[in-house]
Nanobody, 123 residues
Framework: PLVESGGGSVQTGGSLRPSCVASEDTFIRPCMGWFRQGPGKVNEVVATIGKDDNTRYADFVKGRFNISYDYDKKTLELQMNSLKVEDSGKYYC???????????????????WGQGAQVAVSS
């Protein structure tokens, strides 16, 4: 399973760095990604990272967020800077076990999910 941590509350312009650990010893990293669901909104892709560390970002986070994977720690991270109120929501990490290098920004392709970490940004 995937286990997130590192959510929290910050003011506009602040930073957070949620992380996600793959707890299985046999985990071989496929495409992974971060997603979010704000209040009353659908789940949306934030960023993905392929096995060769090729990254893709949703337009609304480009230049502000950075996704990375630490192979030694088996940890997926999302550095979130210049946070806005509209960035608030529950952030999930997930894996797409059908894709390895070219990740798609499609929520339904991801089949293994963490439990989510809450992020609240206030003005």
């Amino acid at each position: 399973p995937l286990v997130e941590s590192g959510g929290g509350s910050v003011q506009t312009g602040g930073s957070l760095r949620p992380s996600c650990v793959a707890s299985e010893d046999t985990f071989i990293r496929p495409c992974m990604g971060w997603f979010r669901q704000g209040p009353g909104k659908v789940n949306e892709v934030v960023a993905t990272i392929g096995k060769d560390d090729n990254t893709r970002y949703a337009d609304f986070v480009k230049g502000r967020f950075n996704i990375s994977y630490d192979y030694d720690k088996k940890t997926l991270e999302l550095q979130m800077n210049s946070l806005k109120v509209e960035d608030s929501g529950k952030y999930y990490c997930a894996a797409d076990t059908s894709r390895w290098y070219t990740c798609e920004l499609i929520v339904n392709y991801f089949n293994k999910w963490g439990q989510g970490a809450q992020v609240a940004v206030s003005s």
